[in-house]
């Protein structure tokens, strides 16, 4: 068996263990070690007359919009008027959801006039030089004067409506505004002018919003990516983005999307859930709390596994709460999603490339030079290849307790795509080698689950034992037994740890002192059988 750093998984003696330079550590080779380094130039950025508010007019606004006016309407009855200046606050902050009408064709063509009316009355570009406010303020008089000039039957109520939209249009993201506003809100799926879903508590509903028509949506898109210096088109139709707050957004453009352009947007959590949290979600039990705290506190390499969506960065972002303050950590993401509370942080980004398909920044860049920076550890947000092989050699050389996450479904499956990145990175190692060096540098797998009732849990809690020949041995310290589910479609289990009362990192829990409370978490989270036993192994 592959004696895990040295001596056997764990370490007895205050020293570090330095047996860590094993012989096996496969040697980059020539040809990866003369990638490229180019100094890039950073990507154009592009200018507020880039993205151009005029570009969100509205495509099919009628030319001879003057004539065609609305004709006065019959008024809807109007709740008690307040005087205009009076009914908002005048920010360029998106409002709150207020829930909305089922908006008319009738409505969008109002819009679609008054908006018309604005783009010909004031320079949007100047416009868009303006501090948010003021801007505001601007679109808000010229608009009342159009209503007003071109009698325009609309309540208070209404009027203000209007405006909201249309200063969404101009100054944002049109009618995503209302829902980026929202924080209960955690994906935001465009399909096309007409659909958009969220998902709201772990279950997807549709919004109640629409574009006017694909021009809009595409124009929205194209500004939201333009801000970081790309551009989305049907030349270049698929592209990666980031809201000014860090929402991540992704955009596939028609001829790819048949049904019109298609945005994705996985919102930014101001506050990330903590593990207390996730406890009384259910989504762990108050000792598997325990076992993930003392896990993050001393140091175990861990890796991180689910699906998309499943709670992974959320649940990285949790163990990194339990780094002590005077360790220097260092994360590299694709987008910087993660909120250390350590004073001693860098974080670094990937970089798409730009325009002219240069100036790319890897995550197997960024990983490889962060092992220049002195770092105590290195967490990697999402490792999707072979940077995998970096983070190995880290883990390996003496930056014990990095992190990172990774796609997969259970524990067995996040080996052997371990295995796959590593060779992805054209190491042409024998399997076993590739093993030997995965069972000498993880120790522990978290496997994270989105149930299909919609809500996450950790599922499991797994060490890495070492090899039985060409097999990787993992042993489960924690699992959660699915039961069913009860009348309301709400899944119904329990989590339980496993009957190992030595886990394999118990020398190094026993190095920081966590050795007590971690066999209390053990034992506590026992459930026995009828006989009294612990049930053990047996799989849930
Ligand atoms: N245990 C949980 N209970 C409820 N919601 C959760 C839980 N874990 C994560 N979430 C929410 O699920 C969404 C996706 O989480 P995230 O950690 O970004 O997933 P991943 O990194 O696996 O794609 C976020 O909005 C997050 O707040
Ligand atoms: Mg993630």
Redesign the pocket.
């Known amino acids: 068996m592959f004696g895990k750093r040295g001596v056997n998984k764990g370490f007895s003696d205050a020293s570090r263990p330095d047996e860590k330079s094993e012989p096996e550590r496969p040697k980059p080779t020539p040809a990866h070690e003369a990638e490229e380094r180019r100094a890039a130039p950073p990507p154009a950025e592009a200018g507020p007359q880039e993205s151009s508010p005029l570009e969100s007019a509205p495509l099919n606004a009628a030319e001879d919009s003057a004539s065609a006016l609305l004709e006065p309407r019959s008024p809807t009855p109007e709740p008690p008027a307040a005087p205009m200046e009076d009914i908002r606050p005048k920010s360029a902050q998106p409002r709150s959801d207020k829930p909305k009408r089922n908006r008319s064709e009738e409505y969008y063509d109002v819009k679609t006039t008054v908006f018309t009316a604005l783009i010909d009355t004031i320079d949007l570009t100047q416009l868009a030089r303006l501090d948010a406010d003021v801007a505001r303020e601007e679109i808000r008089d010229i608009v009342s004067e159009i209503v007003a000039i071109k009698n325009v039957v609309m309540s208070i109520a209404e009027q203000e409506e209007l405006l909201e939209d249309i200063c969404n249009d101009v100054l944002g993201y049109g009618p995503l505004e209302p829902l980026l506003a929202r924080d209960d809100i955690?994906d935001i799926m465009v399909n096309g002018a007409e659909t958009t879903y969220i998902e709201v508590n772990?279950k997807v509903e549709p919004a109640t919003i629409r574009f006017a028509d694909n021009g809009q949506l595409m124009n929205i898109c194209q500004r939201i990516v333009s801000q970081v210096g790309r551009r989305v088109d049907e030349s270049s139709p698929i592209c990666d983005a980031r809201l000014p707050d860090g929402s991540r957004v992704n955009v596939i453009a028609p001829p790819l999307a048949i049904d019109g352009p298609t945005l994705t947007i996985?919102?930014f959590?101001r506050d990330r859930?903590t593990l207390d949290q996730?406890v009384r979600?259910g989504?762990i039990s108050p000792e598997g709390r325990t076992l993930l705290a003392i896990i993050g506190r001393v140091r175990c390499n861990v890796i991180i596994s689910?699906g998309?969506?499943?709670?992974?960065?959320?649940?990285l972002n949790c163990l990194t709460a339990y780094i002590e303050p005077d360790e220097r950590i260092i994360t590299c993401e694709d987008s910087a999603?993660l909120q250390l509370q350590q004073p001693h942080v860098v974080r670094l980004e990937t970089r798409p490339p730009n325009l002219e398909g240069e100036g790319q920044v890897s995550m197997r860049d960024l990983v490889k030079n962060c092992l220049r920076m002195r770092p105590d550890r290195i967490i990697v947000g999402e490792v999707r290849g072979p940077e995998a092989f970096d983070l190995l050699q880290a883990m390996n050389t003496g930056h014990d307790g990095s992190m990172g996450?990774l796609h997969s479904n259970s524990p067995r499956e996040c080996i052997s795509r371990l295995e796959s990145m590593i060779l992805m990175g054209g190491y042409n190692l024998p399997a076993h080698t590739i093993r030997e060096m995965i069972v000498g540098s993880v120790d522990i797998i978290v496997q994270?689950s989105r149930m299909r009732d919609g809500?996450?849990k950790i599922t499991r809690i797994t060490e890495v034992i070492g090899l039985e020949g060409d097999v990787v041995t993992l042993q489960d310290l924690f699992v959660y037994d699915l039961e069913g589910e009860d009348s309301s479609g709400r899944i119904l289990g329990r989590h339980r740890t496993t009957g190992i009362a030595r886990p394999a990192f118990y020398e190094r829990a026993r190095y920081f002192n966590e050795e007590k409370r971690l066999a209390e978490a053990l034992s506590a989270g026992e459930v026995l059988d009828e006989t009294g036993r612990p049930l053990g192994e047996r799989v849930g």
């Open positions: 955690a772990g996985r919102k959590k859930l996730l979600y989504s689910g998309t969506g499943s709670g992974k960065t959320t649940l999603e996450t994270a809500s996450r």
